[in-house]
């Protein structure tokens, strides 16, 4: 399972959301070994832009990662500093290579 999310932040919050992302990578990278990418991308075009590439090995550790207390943390913190909604899209793999 793959979810692709995109955050854009308001004018001058643009250190708030990485320092923000960079504590919930932090408890990924601790406490969920199921999944397998979580990477945080900046726009090279628009600064208060942001991207978050997620891959899970199932549904139950996305449902571990979404139901955690760092993720409930995150989206508190987002609540104040995104202009608008995130928005997220969830793919399932079709084929490929890793």
Sequence with gaps: MTVVAKLKVKEGQED???AGMRKMIAHVKANE???RTYVFYRSSKEPTQF???EVYADQAAFAAHSGSDAMREFFTLA???LDGRAEIEMYEEVDGKH
């Design 33 to 35: 070994p199921n999944t």
């Design 79 to 81: 609540g104040t500093l």
């Design 16 to 18: 708030a959301l990485i």
């Design 51 to 53: 991207l978050v590439y």
